[in-house]
């Protein structure tokens, strides 16, 4: 028996790198995963390599800043499974440049993916994960967002996305509050992970350079142990939030950086 045997589980931006991991370890774990992305190729490899290992996994397209398709991937969940359990907010990008040299469109585009495309899951999710709340099988929803490290302090050259991920943070717990009553019982953590190894990094643009910065040489750099984070190691702290074993966290933030923000 999986530790989400049964669950419906939605994660954002599941085509790659921790959303990936994350799709792939809750399927292996019993959930029915459904993975969106803009990537529609490597979704579906996602979703299929999940179905190939035994579990059940269904990929839709979806731009998480289109408040329409939110709608929409809602109703195709309800259509087939009736249900939403567990929510993944992971969509997220991340533009590194100096602030005085940060276009406005530069700075909304990573709003509109980081904290729009997050708060429509939650507006769009919660009244589905409703359904399954008290009475029904399940104890109740899940919702995790993945914010950052970046989220928990500043970061010179990454001003736009610590402003959005400090405001996914906070986001989560008012989501927490909001919903954590006997009419909803769903919880809303937030996951805070450190340099993990990606392709986010590569898609960085670079500041005052062009080459993509090296993830290993930030973790070399940053990190007490020197090591790069995997997607696996954020994927089982989000299989945790999302299982029972949770059940009594709320409103809480789980830091996955191997000490970087221990100092
Ligand atoms: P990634 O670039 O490897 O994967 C991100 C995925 O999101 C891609 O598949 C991409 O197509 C998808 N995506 C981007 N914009 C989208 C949109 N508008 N709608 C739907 N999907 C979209 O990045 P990752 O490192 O796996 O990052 C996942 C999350 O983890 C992000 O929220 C990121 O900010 C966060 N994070 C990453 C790190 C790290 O070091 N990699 C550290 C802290 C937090």
């Known amino acids: 028996m999986g530790q989400v045997q049964g669950k419906v589980v939605l994660v954002t931006g599941a085509a790659a ?38 579990g059940e996994a269904l990929y839709l397209h979806q731009d998480v800043t289109e408040e329409a398709r939110w709608a929409e991937v809602m109703g195709e969940i309800d259509r087939r499974f009736g249900r939403l359990d567990v929510l993944v907010a992971n969509a997220g990008i991340a533009i590194i440049v100096p602030i005085i040299e940060m276009t406005l469109e530069q700075w909304r585009k990573q709003t509109a993916v980081n904290v729009d495309g997050v708060f429509l899951s939650a507006k769009h999710g919660i009244p589905l994960m409703r359904k399954s709340g008290p009475g029904k099988p399940s104890p109740g929803g899940s919702i995790v967002m993945i914010s950052s490290v970046a989220g928990l302090r500043g970061s010179a050259g990454l001003a736009g996305y610590s402003a959005t991920k400090g405001a996914v943070r906070l986001f989560a717990k008012s989501v927490a509050l909001e919903c954590a009553g006997a009419r909803d019982n769903i919880r809303c953590n937030s996951i805070h992970p450190g340099i993990i190894g990606t392709e986010i990094w590569e898609k960085m643009p670079g500041e005052r350079r062009n080459a993509p910065i090296d993830a290993n040489a930030v973790a070399a750099a940053t990190v007490p142990t020197g090591q790069l984070g995997t997607p696996q190691d954020v994927a089982n702290a989000v299989l945790f939030l999302a299982s029972d074993a949770s059940s009594y966290i709320n409103g809480s933030e789980i830091v996955v950086d191997a000490g970087l923000m221990a100092g």
């Not at 292996?28 to 529609?40: I, M, N, P, S, Y």
């Not at 490597?42 to 999940?50: H, L, W």
């Open 17 to 54: 790198g921790i959303g990936a991991a994350i799709a792939t370890t809750l399927g292996r774990e019993g959930a029915k995963v459904v993975l969106t992305d803009l990537d529609d190729a490597r979704g579906e490899d996602v979703a299929q390599s999940i179905r190939a290992a035994g």
